[in-house]
């Protein structure tokens, strides 16, 4: 790895002093010298750096051939070197799929690849890396970096102490991976049960408890040197379409936008939230125009900038969503993101044509570079406080010392105790006794395992029981068992002393549901533990004991366990009602809800 001296050479006359400041004469002077990088800097430069693009492979330079192939077809560039030296992108983001995420020091060795390459370049400047590391059901980076209870787990759970412990270890360990933009937490209050998209990725149906969680997390994460994302303004909690796929419409009233979706986001504003993520979505009440959000001046530039005062970074949610690119072709989105407020392009679906809109778009005047000079100084300004311009490059000898360590580890087991919530336990069925209830079965949905986890759930659960004492055995029965499969369930029953039943977004009349009240009429004691939603509960109304684990994590699974056998008690709280199945309009258990023992 280079030197820091060998560094700040190959950034002579560009970044040289560039030092973060922290007396007010201190930032003056560094807003001074961003300015002078941004005038020396080409019209093509200034347009790379709005981007922040996927690419294949494990390596800057060396990546598989299958990931040279990906790129070629996808990007027109066969490493992320050649990436940054065609287009000169300000910014890479990581995903498991596209085979970067491999192992934590393979990760830092890949940042530090992507940083060599754009600083050998002529006015190089270091790559702002992003990932979506959210923690629950989204996650980049698995084991054995530390995995952390997902938002609405951490919502059950109310302590934002703990958010603050989450963003803090979480920064630390993306940190030392060449991470500094983590896009996250999530701020979308989710008033909606059958939102598609957002759900258990919510601190829950509050807006004030989610915008004290909100905060602390960004807290935790900048303290670490790690830029936190609050995400998706104006707000996605209300949908019951998932803008991957469509282009959900937000029916709120102005009065209820200001009350609920956005809370969390004065909250994370107030709290120095470092970049603002964008939603897809069409918002009437604050924008009547039919464009989405990520493309809409009236919310970007009107509320988000004029009205919240925020004068961070604006970065879209991917521009390969279907969400964005409904109503416009992908020459014209950047274009207009642009023109609304935006600064970071993210992941265009096809690099060159947005590129080159942009440029196209300055060159015909419809954008000035004074504009683009705009975002690309929010851009070094954010790159600036990170450090990124005096220390681009991360150790990788300190890479096995903090991701994954023991301390961390153990602070999320502990966390993750305090975010199980029981909501159902007739008759004192929990904690199960290792001398009535030796022999369990876990049987139950096994949905892919997110990113890094060990998975599968059922495995994952008969495993630890047997850790705490127990002789359990996994029969998975997946999300959608067929009568043969419940049947094969229901038989296997019959020789356990006790049932734990994983349940996954159950819905009436389905295999799920009919698995679970086949099982009680075994007469056999059913634990039902929604691995998801914990809406699965009013499915649910003939089983003893209910849990909610809220994802199927193994740090989430694992803590389910210890309450299961009354290592621990549960101490979560709902931090969304569970509306009745047969009255959706009235409340089956309300906020706060949560039993003990």
Not at 562 to 567: M, N, P, S, T, W
Request: glycine share 10%; hydrophobic share 40%; aromatic share 4%.
């Amino acid at each position: 790895m280079p030197s820091r001296r060998t560094v700040l050479a190959a950034t002579a006359g560009v970044t040289a002093g560039l030092a973060v400041g922290t007396s007010a004469d201190a930032l003056g002077s560094d807003d001074k010298r961003l300015r002078a990088i941004v005038s020396r800097m080409t019209l093509e430069e200034k347009v790379g750096q709005l981007f922040v693009m996927r690419v294949y492979g494990h390596s800057a330079t060396d990546p598989d051939q299958a990931d040279i192939d990906a790129n070629l077809k996808e990007i027109g560039v066969r490493t992320a070197a050649e990436l940054i030296g065609k287009y000169r992108v300000g910014g890479i983001i990581y995903f498991t799929w596209t085979h970067n995420t491999r192992n934590p020091r393979q990760i830092a060795e890949l940042s530090n690849g992507i940083q060599r390459a754009s600083l050998e370049r002529p006015r190089g400047l270091p790559v702002l890396i992003a990932t979506d590391q959210e923690h629950g059901a989204v996650c980049r980076i698995g084991r054995p970096a530390t995995l952390f209870p997902g938002a609405m787990a951490m919502g059950a759970g109310g302590s934002t102490a703990d958010a603050r412990t989450l963003g803090r270890i979480s920064g630390a360990e993306l940190r030392a991976m060449g991470v500094r933009q983590d896009y996250s937490p999530d701020a979308d209050v989710n008033v909606n049960p059958a939102n598609p998209i957002i759900g258990v990725r919510s601190f829950g149906a509050g807006p004030d408890a989610v915008g004290a969680l909100v905060a602390a997390e960004v807290q935790g994460y900048q303290e670490a040197g790690v830029a936190a994302t609050a995400k998706h303004f104006p707000g996605h909690g209300d949908t019951a379409v998932d803008s991957h796929t469509g282009f959900p419409v937000i029916t709120h009233s102005r009065e209820l936008w200001e009350k609920l979706d956005a809370v969390p986001f004065r909250a994370a504003i107030e709290a120095g939230i470092d970049s603002v993520m964008t939603a897809h979505i069409q918002f009437p009440a604050l924008d009547g125009s039919g464009d989405p959000a990520t493309l809409s001046h009236p919310v970007l530039t009107g509320i988000l900038r004029g009205e919240l005062g925020y004068d961070g970074v604006v970065v879209t949610d991917s521009l390969g969503m279907e969400g964005v690119r409904t109503k416009y072709g992908d020459d014209r989105v950047p274009v207009l993101a642009l023109k609304a407020g935006v600064d970071q392009l993210l992941n265009p679906p096809t690099l060159d044509i947005a590129w080159n809109a942009v440029l196209k778009a300055v060159q015909d005047g419809e954008l000035t570079e004074s504009r683009l000079d705009e975002s690309v100084l929010r851009i070094l300004r954010l790159k600036s406080r990170l450090g990124l311009l005096d220390r681009p490059y991360v150790n990788t000898k300190d890479v096995g010392r903090v991701v994954g360590a023991a301390k961390h580890l153990a602070a999320a087991d502990r966390i993750a105790e305090r975010t199980t919530t029981l909501l159902v336990n007739e008759g004192g069925l929990l904690p199960l006794s290792r001398r009535t209830h030796k022999k369990v079965l876990v049987v139950g949905a096994d949905p892919d395992s997110p990113s890094g986890t060990t998975g599968p759930p059922t495995g994952v659960l008969a495993a630890a029981l047997t850790e705490l004492g127990f002789t359990a055995s996994a029969l998975p029965t997946g999300t959608a068992p067929s009568a043969t499969t419940v049947d094969k369930a229901v038989a296997a029953a019959q020789e356990a002393d006790a049932v734990v039943v994983g349940t996954y977004n159950v819905t009436a009349g389905s295999g799920q549901q009919q698995l679970v009240e086949r099982l009680v009429a075994t007469g056999r004691p059913v634990v039902a533990v929604a691995v998801r939603n914990p809406y699965d509960v009013a499915r649910l109304p003939t089983v003893r004991a209910c849990l909610a684990a809220y994802s199927w994590t193994d740090v989430e699974l694992r803590a389910a366990a210890r309450v299961i056998a009354g290592e621990v008690a549960p101490r979560g709280g709902l931090p969304v009602p569970v509306q009745r199945a047969d009255d959706p309009a009235r409340v089956l258990y309300p906020i706060g809800h949560g039993l003990t023992y």
